[in-house]
């Protein structure tokens, strides 16, 4: 186990270092400085330059955003003069993480019982009703359900509000369309795996040694079920972090997702890559964390130790 | 109550023919037969792959320019970019058969001019990916050993790193230019295929990891088959199933990574269409002109439902497991 959480911290630490000089590398790609507007004289775009260290060699920039990145400082925004990235993330990250988590448990919650009721009717009118609606939750994108539910519920029938974040019922709709693939795609794998537990011999054996159904299906049947729905977790959160991007736009929620996509417009360099690595270390310790979990919940990896 | 007797006239010898034994009960059908016959059998896989065709030749024919038809045909009379202010968001009906946008711009045609950009993306994009993915896991599986593991090291790190997210940026160093369709769909298509090869290539590795240590593959090198052929006659067609299902599968995720990148306004640049920026545009002016909205989003979620289904059909086609 311990061999196993050091190979994929390892694993973790150098995607990281790979998305950060891949990002750095990108941004100074970009045919262009910031600077480049046309009526800006020269003497001023010159200092403009020397302010923001851009005069300075590639590797000599690349060392000092690498040190500032260890002081966790990330620059200022290149639109935004006077504000930090971090204070933009400090300020906009809450929002999404609160979305984020919304979905993710809605999803979870959603999904897992979808799934298990579908798997105990198996073949019947639920099981199928139940397919049908992950297959077109796994089909339909985000932003297509977002939109269609807006026109819907906001603009027709007028009985959610359209936009905005704070009360219940702002959060409904975003939460929903985010979290639809992961009920999606918990619905169908929980399914398999319930069907798949159901038929082994120590539910039989349960059984015939006289436990009541309750106590054979959380015991026996759930508990060994989720351990393999657990993994898809991890791309699941990549899923609903890069799924808030267009969410948040459609919603006007202020979260870190719609800064990310209009520093992408504004060609707000520091910003884009404050967020990117920001999110990318996010994702990557979310991920980290399913899997190491993952090995602590299966006895079965916990004892042998590693899983290849 | 006595038992009843047991003795040996009670029995009879089974009659056993040796040239019945040796004859063929049914028919002998190759994998695809076989695999064709089951996907036939599965009444929503070829649901999907109806309106997957029926899209595809829609998307081939609406948009054309045809003499032959009559005068009211859509590609007779619009092209995806002409403007007409006199007709500006006209609901649908008449000569527009699903209305026109804010630009005076024929939906009907825009819808599938944009399925023709979306589908030839997604198709070539998921083409590219299983061309690098079956070269770098061919090679990692085939050559195993030192030259695996570093092949497998690079693969773990670059999996880590978030899809869309490096997507978004990549769209960014290659932002589209609208000069021509060309350069405006190549950097789209650069920036969908950097990481998307890499699940392709994990399927493959594995594949040809199990394969090539397999008796077939050694009573192949025993005959005297050079490395080529082992690995076009024997490793191919055993992988081949697995990777048809993942190029099904992969197409509908590359077509909802350019609709998205569309929607949020990365894509395509604006007088094109793909079914990404119909359905951005029509989500600006959802509450006045809904038609703008309503179209291009059946048509993406019934494209990628259609795929998904025939996808999941052929997989449970291709597994020779589930044969009966």
């Not at chain 1, 800006?40 to 590797?59: A, F, S, V």
């Not at chain 2, 050993?145 to 880590?160: N, S, T």
């Not at chain 2, 002109?289 to 048509?299: E, N, T």
């Amino acid at each position: 186990m311990a061999r196993y959480v050091t190979r994929r911290l390892a694993q973790a630490l150098v995607t990281l270092w790979v998305i950060i000089t891949v990002t750095f590398l990108l941004m100074h790609a970009l045919p262009g400085d910031p600077f480049t507007d046309p009526k800006l004289p020269e003497q001023i775009r010159q200092n403009m330059r020397i302010k923001y260290g851009l005069d300075k060699p590639l590797y000599e920039q690349y060392g000092i955003y690498f040190n500032n990145l260890a002081h966790g400082n990330l620059g200022y925004s290149l639109k935004y003069q006077q504000r930090t990235v971090n204070d933009m993330i400090r300020d906009g990250f809450p929002y999404s993480a609160d979305l984020g988590v919304r979905a993710i448990l809605f999803g979870v919650l959603m999904g897992v019982s979808l799934g298990t009721l579908a798997a105990f009717y198996h073949d019947g009118w639920f099981d199928r009703t139940a397919m049908v609606i992950a297959v077109v939750g796994v089909s339909v994108p985000n932003f297509i359900i977002a939109t269609l539910l807006d026109y819907l519920l906001a603009a027709k029938l007028q009985i959610l509000p359209a936009a905005g974040w704070g009360s219940f019922q702002q959060s409904l709709m975003p939460s929903f369309s985010l979290g639809l693939l992961v009920v999606a795609t918990m619905a169908r794998l929980m399914r398999a795996s319930v069907l798949d537990v159901v038929g082994q011999d120590y539910i039989r054996t349960a059984k015939a040694k006289g436990l009541n159904s309750r106590e054979v299906i959380w015991r026996h049947i759930i508990r060994n079920a989720i351990l393999p729905v657990i993994t898809v977790l991890g791309p699941l959160i990549v899923n609903i972090v890069t799924g808030s991007f267009v969410i948040e736009q459609v919603f006007g929620i202020p979260g870190l997702g719609k800064y990310f996509i209009q520093a992408v417009y504004n060609n707000d360099y520091t910003l884009i890559m404050g967020t990117t690595i920001f999110y990318s270390a996010l994702l990557i310790v979310a991920i980290l964390l399913v899997d190491v979990l993952y090995g602590f919940v299966d006895p079965r990896i916990r004892l042998a130790g590693g899983r290849d | 109550m006595a038992a009843p007797e047991i003795n040996r006239e009670l029995f009879q010898p089974v009659q056993f023919d040796r040239e019945q034994a040796e004859t063929i009960s049914r028919p002998a059908l190759t994998y695809w037969q076989d695999a064709w016959i089951r996907l036939k059998r599965n009444k929503t896989a070829m649901a999907g792959m109806l309106v997957l065709v029926v899209i595809i030749i829609a998307a081939m024919v609406f948009p054309a320019r045809a003499s032959f038809l009559p005068q009211w045909w859509p590609g007779n009379l619009y092209v995806y970019s002409d403007q007409n202010l006199q007709e500006i968001s006209r609901p649908p009906g008449g000569l527009h058969w699903i209305g026109t946008d804010d630009l005076g711009r024929d939906l009907w045609v825009r819808l599938w001019t944009g399925a023709r950009l979306s589908l030839t993306i997604g198709i070539s994009a998921a083409l590219v990916d299983l061309l690098i993915g079956i070269v770098y896991g061919g090679i990692s599986g085939y050559l195993g050993g030192a030259v695996d593991d570093v092949m497998m090291r690079i693969i773990e790190v670059l999996f880590g790193i978030p899809y869309l997210i490096m997507v978004i940026l990549l769209s960014l160093i290659f932002r589209p230019t609208s000069a021509n369709l060309f350069s405006a769909v190549m950097p789209l298509l650069l920036a969908l295929t950097i990481l998307g090869w890499i699940g392709v290539a994990r399927l493959v590795r594995g594949q040809v990891l199990q394969l090539k240590n397999q008796e077939f593959v050694l009573a192949a090198q025993v005959l005297g088959a050079d490395t080529w052929r082992i690995v076009a006659k024997h490793l191919l067609p055993n992988v081949i199933g697995p990777i048809i299902v993942w190029v099904t599968l992969d197409i509908p995720s590359v077509i909802f990574s350019e609709a998205f990148l569309s929607f949020v306004g990365l894509g395509v640049p604006m007088p094109f269409a793909s079914w990404g920026t119909l359905a951005a545009n029509g989500y600006q002016f959802m509450r006045i002109w809904p038609w703008f909205i309503i179209f291009p989003s059946i048509a993406i979620a019934l494209t990628m439902l259609s795929f998904n289904l025939f996808g999941d059909g052929l997989r449970d086609a291709l597994d020779p497991r589930m044969r009966k």
